[in-house]
């Protein structure tokens, strides 16, 4: 079994930028693919971007392409989302998830979810 835990979400101004972790309960995230996803009330999640095990590759949605950077450290068991140049309509809970592949970054790819962290872009 495989714990994850969000961190780092908050409030902040249109424009401005969040930095998310995403740590393990164990040493073993090094074998999965990781994926940050994202959900607003009343609508489906989204794929957001994900990482291959070793890190080597990564997917983005279009959405964020050119603002968001996802990355990992496997020592520290430990994948991160670096979000710049945030929009109002990045608002919603962010999840990380685990699983064997970062191929469409699609929910059913993934065995493993944390909780959430709420992110908030407003003036």
């Known amino acids: 079994q495989l714990h994850l835990v969000e961190s780092g979400g908050g409030l902040v101004q249109p424009g401005g930028s969040l930095g998310l972790s995403c740590t393990a309960s164990a040493s073993t995230l090094h074998y999965y693919a990781v994926g940050w996803f994202r959900q607003v009330p009343g609508r489906q999640r989204e794929g957001v971007s994900c990482?291959?095990?070793?890190?080597?590759?990564?997917i983005y949605a279009d959405s964020v392409k050119g603002r968001f950077t996802i990355s990992r450290d496997n020592d520290k068991n430990m994948v991160f989302l670096r979000m710049n140049n945030l929009k109002p309509e990045d608002r919603a809970v962010y999840y990380c998830?685990?699983?064997?592949?970062?191929?469409?970054?699609?929910?059913?790819?993934?065995?493993?979810w944390g909780r959430g962290t709420q992110v908030t872009v407003s003036e």
């Open positions: 990482i291959s095990n070793s890190g080597d590759s990564t």
């Open positions: 998830a685990a699983g064997p592949y970062c191929v469409r970054n699609v929910e059913s790819e993934y065995d493993y």
